[in-house]
């Protein structure tokens, strides 16, 4: 089950040219002025969140031993986070207005709206 997911999102993986870090819980610590996202329950909390241009999220796999993921699919804008470990976070800058769905590749029923203006 996993592995068909995953394998419907193999370009994602070559065309993810937007900034991207995934940084382990050692700085997990440090003040977090931006918009964090939980994946908490196997859903993203909050599922709404509204962004100016260039402002990121940063997508924190607090969710036990349970692996997650973050992916865009937009005609304009795609990113792909890879596997997010158990404590881990990535960081999503969006570069351009638009309204977006931030989708999980395990998890098809996660989903964020990131709403840029
Ligand atoms: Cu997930």
């Known amino acids: 089950m996993l592995n068909n997911i995953r ?11 937007v900034s991207l870090t995934v940084a ?5 610590g440090l003040p977090d002025a931006d918009h964090l996202i939980s994946q908490k329950g196997k859903q993203f909390g909050p599922r709404d969140v509204a962004l100016h241009t260039g402002e990121h999220v940063t997508i924190v796999n607090d969710d036990g031993n349970f692996v997650h993921h973050a992916y865009i699919e937009d005609d304009e804008f795609a990113f792909d986070s890879g596997d ?19 989708l999980c590749g395990v998890h098809p ?3 964020l709206a990131v709403h840029v203006r």
Do not use: H, N, Q
């Open 84 to 102: 997010i470990e158990p404590g881990a976070r990535a960081v999503i800058t969006f570069p351009k207005e638009g309204d977006f769905i931030v």
């Open 109 to 111: 029923k996660m989903k």
């Open 7 to 17: 394998k419907l999102f193999p370009t994602l993986m070559l065309c993810a040219a």
């Open 24 to 28: 382990s819980s050692a700085i997990a």
